[in-house]
């Protein structure tokens, strides 16, 4: 069936029926979990990454839809430096979770890996991976230029490697195309479909004109969300992996037993960002220290505007804003994170969540 059958009939592409979710319980749309291997002051690496682990297995039980985690360098509060390789290691610890990259930054790597290491994870974990993409360096230039060694693309030249990415992927370059004869091994009957991510209006469209679902990183980009969302919706053009648009936004979300319980942990990831943006990231700090800092009037400000756009509160708080901005943005689906210090906090923030909406009761 063609894409303008498709369109007239309206059916879905069978790539399609895999990216969109099935809400559950008593949620109007399909909730998700965007994880960053927290590493918060006093823990090792190691311990952020058995969370991880053991965060994805308890998403699973809870019935989150899918689980991504993202690629970030430089960090030392993010322990997710290569999404590929955790991806591997949390599908070997789940069965049923859909896995994915929210996202892997495309410039700093050849088009090529990219297709080997997802089309293994597809092989590895048919039917339950997704392929994220960012044209941000995830990082300062320093460790960009370290990267991308002997890479001569950068984000300004994403287009096209999105676009050979792609025919690796498909194993379908055009006659005469120098890399007509490269196989990305392995690659089976199936492979993962494509999110282009973004904090800005470019993916927007660039996900709309190839008719790619789009997930938009309200958690940092809030005053874009609205503009870019609707940049996605009027660029959309049916293809042959959607019919009409999809979109995600990832949300900051605290939730704990009260308000000032949730605002307290949610102050120490502002306090950490508020470092990232200074050039002198580290660990994720504790909600004592975040309120022991000193902060100057402009930083205060900046902690201010942070936490204004987290949804916290207590479970039922967090479900009422997360449905207020569901409303507010349209999206189709909600992608929470709750990148704060503690495995039990956000353990905690994430069980509730699921439980104010009787996510695994409705699976």
Request: glycine content about 10%; hydrophobic content about 40%.
């Amino acid at each position: 069936m063609t894409t303008e059958d498709q369109q007239e009939h309206g059916t879905e592409p069978p790539i399609g029926a895999a990216i969109r979710g099935a809400a559950r319980g008593t949620a109007p749309a399909p909730l998700s979990i965007l994880d960053l291997a927290t590493v918060g002051v006093g823990y090792t690496p190691a311990e952020a990454l058995a969370a991880t682990t053991e965060l994805a297995r308890r998403a699973e039980q809870w019935g989150y839809h899918r689980f991504w985690v993202a690629e970030h360098h430089g960090m030392p509060g993010v322990a997710s430096s290569n999404p590929a390789v955790l991806l591997a290691h949390l599908g070997a610890n789940t069965t049923t979770l859909r896995l994915g990259s929210g996202g892997v930054m495309l410039p700093n790597h050849a088009p090529l890996a990219i297709a080997e290491q997802f089309g293994l994870l597809e092989a590895l974990h048919p039917g339950r991976i997704d392929l994220g993409l960012g044209r941000a360096p995830g990082t300062d230039p320093a460790t960009a230029r370290a990267l991308r060694r002997g890479l001569t693309e950068g984000a300004d030249d994403f287009p096209q490697q999105l676009a050979e990415l792609t025919h690796f992927l498909d194993g379908d370059f055009p006659s005469g195309h120098p890399y007509a004869r490269l196989t990305a091994v392995p690659k089976g009957a199936d492979r993962p479909p494509i999110w282009l991510l973004g904090s800005s209006g470019f993916s927007a469209q660039l996900a709309g004109r190839l008719g790619l679902p789009f997930a938009f990183a309200h958690h940092f980009s809030s005053a874009n969300t609205v503009p870019a969302l609707d940049l996605y919706q009027t660029s959309f053009r049916p293809s042959d992996v959607l019919s009409e648009p999809y979109a995600l936004i990832g949300v900051s979300a605290v939730a704990a037993d009260d308000e000032p319980t949730a605002r307290r942990l949610a102050r120490s990831a502002a306090l950490g960002m508020l470092r990232l943006r200074r050039g002198t990231p580290g660990p994720i700090p504790t909600p004592e220290e975040a309120e022991e800092y000193p902060y100057s009037p402009v930083e205060a400000d900046f902690i201010d505007s942070w936490l204004d756009n987290v949804v916290l509160g207590d479970a039922g708080q967090v479900a009422d804003g997360l449905e207020a901005l569901r409303k507010r943005t349209g999206v189709n689906e909600l992608m929470v994170t709750s990148h704060i210090h503690g495995h039990a906090a956000r353990f905690r923030s994430y069980d509730l969540i699921a439980e104010a909406y009787g996510l695994t009761a409705g699976g």
